[in-house]
């Protein structure tokens, strides 16, 4: 009660430069604050009406100090500007290592699932000085992921996927909170997030109740809901092959071409008429409904994971070589369609 | 005006006691005070809902009020506050009293239609009020989807049409106002000899004319989801629930100017007032109203950099956001400088100034942390939000709403308020205002989320702060409401002009008679023309 903090605890990449920005708005604000405030003291003292009919003396305003009080407050606001969103760029864009840990936010609790199976909920445990990512997802309203000593946030949409990613610096325990108002127990829908050791951590993953990995779960689902028959691992199937997908980009049937990330295949699985890979008909059928938002993350976690030289089921097809676009094995293939 | 002309220079408040007198007026000035009255129960309102928010929070644990209760309680807090009285206050009570004669017209252009604004802002408050009554509604004051159209089970669609129709009173006197300013300012009162109340006024209602359709348009969306599933938001049918916010916020950034334009136009005419000078750089303010509302219009995506809106339309959001900055921080510095060989005097309306100033000020430097969107992810949704918006809605417009009442209540009452008592509450107000929400500043930093029943149990301290200066601002806010309603009855007479200010509205009797000027006055000077008032009186 008598420890009364008045700063947040710094425990991630970000969080040095997300306060070097706060200090130096501190610093130029605070500047404009104190020479308006005494300004205004000096003024009011210095020129205090002395008797009651004294009017002022009559200054019409000065076009230079116009233009000086313009153009220093804008240089200084674009300053702020360039430096936010150098920052924003910085929380936009993950490295491509990361550990990714799928979310999902339902009120009124997060529920966080590693990709070797382990299951939390209100409770994140990730290792120190490895960069994690979370892919998150909601399955009611909006949510939003925070965790102040991180100096990260993102919202939690219905109907999208978005991601967050961070490197903890310090080992140690921090809060989690959903910001996104979303209904009576928003205070409690509240967790820690554990930073450990690697060593810690690992033997923390391997102690965990594990229930079962996410890509054979997903791939589990890719078998059970049939996407195995048109998605075939050939370019043959009534669907484009998913061999190699993720991350390359896709051309439509529109003439439009689209980045295969999270979202994309979140909106092809549930939405699939929205968008049409060039060559193909739009026959699939959606998985509203079908599918929980925790099964859209497993099969999200396969459909990544199944690259050229991925873990899926064997295949006897040379698949073209990382980083070229898949989306031209599956053009290709448009004549085979029916 | 078939009473009027009967007998001249009759006073406003002496032209019929009946109720007919009052509630069928088409008279600006008496329509003024039923939006006096109307506003001030709203606040009354709003803040009894803050109180008991704040009382909440006196503990970390939620153990005064039931979570769904104290939902409601910040919810229809911030709905009775932001479109029951903040939007209104200003330009329906000063503006509706002032534009008219600082114009030197005898009304408004369309006296009936502004006697129906006030009518559809009552009938909007009853339904509001209603659904309170009914047991309320937990959507917070923005309505956000799919919250409030899948899940709440509140009287979500009842409150949102009280929003709806008062957000038509508020068009009407935008409409009104543009039309009143462009046809009906008295011979030789071109516009940049208007007083700068009247520049911010005309912006003012540009925004409302522009913006309300369109939060009137996201809130007829958010009843038909809700009740007819169109699909428009839920993502299941194909709807987005994040195009909500865009149509919220395209209205609801701009409404926020709607709350501080007038503000700042009243602080203004404070400014010149208390230092019997004219504004430094007269024209440099008048066209910063108008750009602020210009601008105004293109930095809603601001609110949402966490929303998973695209990187490239956050980043122009921010820059506007950032353009946006600069015209208030000219006024400000304009306002300053008039202060410069001034004469200044401490009368409460000044004193208020100052607190708006310093109120002001912070509010509007803290929302320069706000634009920066890396910065801005960290505090979006806490308490830094929470406390800029209310150092700008809250220290800002009424601090200006408040000093413009006491500058104004010798012309609309025709009395004195007590002079010592009114400089005292000014004091209070503003000591009890910082002491509310400066630590909320660090608590948002620290990263405490808005909207919160609970909280960590190391916050404590700084929010029995907030609670305990929630009380004084309170007891601040009550003392004008007690010595305005005392003078009222007792306060001395006041004579035409007790501050030897320039502007029309002082050459007419305190109160006004109600065709304000029994002749048209003629224009020949600017607005704050104080070198030469002696001659112009003599």
């Known amino acids: 009660m008598f420890n009364i903090p008045l700063f947040p605890e710094q425990a991630s990449g970000f969080a040095g430069r997300v306060d070097n920005l706060y200090f130096f708005i501190t610093a130029v604000t605070a500047f404009f604050a104190v020479l308006v405030v005494v300004l205004v003291f000096v003024f009011a003292t210095k020129y205090r009406r002395r008797h009651a009919d004294q009017v002022g003396v009559p200054v019409h305003g000065a076009l230079a100090l116009e233009i000086t009080w313009t153009l220093i407050p804008l240089v200084l606001a674009m300053v702020m500007f360039v430096w936010g969103a150098s920052v924003y760029f910085a929380l936009a864009k993950p490295p491509s290592d990361t550990m990714e840990i799928y979310t999902v936010g339902k009120r009124w609790m997060w529920k966080f699932q590693h990709v070797t199976g382990q299951r939390e909920i209100n409770e994140l445990h990730v290792p120190v000085n490895k960069p994690v990512k979370l892919i998150i997802g909601s399955e009611d309203v909006i949510h939003s992921v925070y965790v102040p000593a991180f100096r990260v946030k993102m919202d939690a949409v219905p109907g999208r996927t978005t991601t967050l990613?961070?490197?903890?610096?310090?080992?140690?325990?921090?809060?989690?909170?959903?910001?996104?108002?979303?209904?009576?127990?928003?205070?409690?829908?509240?967790?820690?997030?554990?930073?450990m050791e690697p060593q810690a951590f690992q033997t923390w993953l391997a102690g965990g109740p594990a229930s079962g990995n996410?890509?054979?779960?997903?791939?589990?689902?890719?078998?059970?809901?049939?996407?195995?028959?048109?998605?075939?691992?050939?370019?043959?199937?009534?669907?484009?092959?998913?061999?190699?997908?993720?991350?390359?980009?896709?051309?439509?049937?529109?003439?439009?071409?689209?980045?295969?990330?999270?979202?994309?295949?979140?909106?092809?699985?549930?939405?699939?008429?929205?968008?049409?890979?060039?060559?193909?008909?739009?026959?699939?059928?959606?998985?509203?409904?079908?599918?929980?938002?925790?099964?859209?993350?497993?099969?999200?976690?396969?459909?990544?994971?199944?690259?050229?030289?991925?873990?899926?089921?064997?295949?006897?097809?040379?698949?073209?070589?990382?980083?070229?676009?898949?989306?031209?094995?599956?053009?290709?293939?448009?004549?085979?369609?029916? | 005006m078939d009473t009027a002309t009967a007998a001249p220079r009759v006073d406003y408040l002496e032209n019929g006691h009946t109720w007919q007198s009052w509630l069928l007026t088409r008279d600006h000035k008496r329509i003024?005070?039923?939006?006096?009255?109307?506003?001030?129960?709203?606040?009354?309102?709003?803040?009894?809902?803050?109180?008991?928010?704040?009382?909440?929070?006196?503990?970390?644990?939620?153990?005064?009020?039931?979570?769904?209760?104290?939902?409601?309680?910040?919810?229809?807090?911030?709905?009775?506050?932001?479109?029951?009285?903040?939007?209104?206050?200003?330009?329906?009570?000063?503006?509706?009293?002032?534009?008219?004669?600082?114009?030197?017209?005898?009304?408004?252009?369309?006296?009936?239609?502004?006697?129906?604004?006030?009518?559809?802002?009552?009938?909007?408050?009853?339904?509001?009020?209603?659904?309170?009554?009914?047991?309320?509604?937990?959507?917070?004051?923005?309505f956000y989807t799919p919250y409030s159209t899948a899940a709440s089970n509140t009287h979500v669609i009842m409150t949102g049409l009280g929003v709806f129709i008062s957000g038509f009173s508020s068009i009407l006197t935008g409409f009104n106002f543009i039309v009143t300013?462009?046809?009906?300012?008295?011979?030789?009162?071109?516009?940049?000899?208007?007083?700068?109340?009247?520049?911010?006024?005309?912006?003012?209602?540009?925004?409302?004319?522009?913006?309300?359709?369109?939060?009137?348009?996201?809130?007829?969306?958010?009843?038909?989801?809700?009740?007819?599933?169109?699909?428009?938001?839920?993502?299941?049918?194909?709807?987005?629930?994040?195009?909500?916010q865009h149509l919220f916020w395209f209205y609801s950034h701009p409404a926020v100017y709607v709350m501080v334009l007038p503000a700042m136009g009243v602080i203004s005419e404070l400014i010149a007032a208390g230092a019997r000078k004219e504004i430094f750089g007269y024209k440099f303010v008048a066209f910063s109203s108008l750009g602020i509302a210009l601008i105004?219009?293109?930095?809603?995506?601001?609110?949402?950099?966490?929303?998973?809106?695209?990187?490239?339309?956050?980043?122009?959001?921010?820059?506007?956001?950032?353009?946006?900055?600069?015209?208030?921080?000219?006024?400000?510095?304009?306002?300053?400088?008039?202060?410069?060989?001034?004469?200044?005097?401490?009368?409460?309306?000044?004193?208020?100034a100052f607190g708006f100033l310093g109120l002001f000020l912070i509010g509007g430097l803290t929302g320069l942390f706000l634009g920066a969107m890396g910065l801005d992810v960290h505090v979006h949704d806490t308490y830094f939000v929470v406390a800029h918006f209310h150092y700008v809605m809250v220290g800002g417009t009424i601090m200006a709403y408040l000093g413009g009442l006491h500058y104004w209540w010798p012309k609309i009452s025709g009395r004195l308020y007590p002079e010592g008592w009114a400089r005292f509450a000014a004091l209070v107000i503003f000591v009890g205002f910082n002491l509310t929400f400066f630590p909320q500043f660090l608590l948002g930093y620290m990263g405490m989320p808005r909207r919160y029943h609970m909280y960590p149990e190391e916050w404590q301290v700084l929010n029995v702060l907030s609670t305990a200066g929630a009380s004084i601002l309170g007891t601040g806010y009550l003392l004008p409401m007690i010595y305005f309603t005392w003078s009222w009855r007792k306060g001395p007479k006041a004579t035409a002009n007790p501050w030897g200010a320039t502007g029309l509205e002082w050459t007419i009797p305190s109160p006004p008679p109600t065709e304000n000027f029994i002749e048209t006055p003629i224009v020949t000077a600017p607005a704050y023309d104080y070198a030469h008032q002696e001659e112009h009186v003599a």
């Open chain 1, 165 to 195: 990613w961070f490197t903890a610096t310090k080992p140690g325990r921090y809060h989690l909170f959903c910001t996104e108002y979303c209904g009576m127990k928003h205070s409690g829908m509240v967790g820690w997030v554990t930073v």
């Open chain 1, 214 to 338: 996410m890509l054979e779960a997903g791939q589990k689902l890719f078998t059970d809901l049939a996407c195995v028959t048109c998605h075939r691992d050939d370019s043959g199937g009534r669907g484009p092959s998913l061999k190699g997908l993720f991350g390359t980009t896709v051309r439509l049937q529109t003439g439009a071409s689209v980045k295969a990330d999270e979202n994309y295949l979140r909106e092809s699985i549930m939405s699939p008429q929205a968008k049409i890979v060039e060559g193909y008909q739009p026959l699939m059928p959606t998985f509203q409904g079908l599918v929980s938002e925790e099964q859209l993350m497993q099969l999200l976690a396969y459909i990544k994971s199944i690259g050229p030289t991925g873990t899926a089921a064997p295949t006897a097809t040379t698949a073209a070589p990382a980083g070229q676009p898949a989306a031209q094995p599956a053009a290709a293939g448009a004549p085979a369609t029916p």
């Open chain 2, 32 to 142: 003024a005070l039923l939006y006096l009255f109307g506003v001030t129960f709203f606040f009354a309102v709003g803040g009894l809902f803050a109180l008991m928010v704040r009382l909440e929070l006196l503990t970390p644990l939620g153990d005064l009020f039931e979570a769904e209760t104290y939902n409601k309680l910040f919810t229809m807090h911030g709905v009775a506050m932001v479109f029951f009285f903040l939007i209104p206050a200003v330009p329906a009570v000063l503006g509706n009293f002032l534009v008219p004669i600082m114009i030197g017209a005898k009304d408004l252009a369309f006296p009936r239609v502004n006697l129906l604004s006030w009518y559809v802002y009552m009938v909007g408050g009853l339904f509001t009020m209603g659904a309170v009554i009914l047991g309320g509604v937990d959507t917070g004051w923005t």
């Open chain 2, 181 to 244: 300013i462009h046809k009906m300012r008295a011979p030789g009162m071109t516009w940049f000899r208007l007083p700068l109340f009247i520049w911010a006024h005309y912006a003012t209602a540009l925004i409302m004319i522009l913006g309300t359709p369109v939060v009137a348009i996201a809130i007829v969306l958010v009843a038909l989801e809700r009740t007819l599933h169109i699909g428009i938001f839920d993502p299941t049918l194909g709807g987005d629930p994040v195009l909500y």
């Open chain 2, 296 to 352: 105004g219009f293109f930095v809603w995506g601001h609110h949402m950099y966490v929303s998973s809106q695209s990187i490239f339309a956050g980043l122009i959001f921010s820059v506007l956001t950032y353009l946006v900055a600069v015209p208030s921080a000219v006024k400000v510095f304009n306002w300053t400088a008039t202060l410069y060989k001034g004469s200044i005097s401490y009368d409460a309306p000044m004193i208020y």
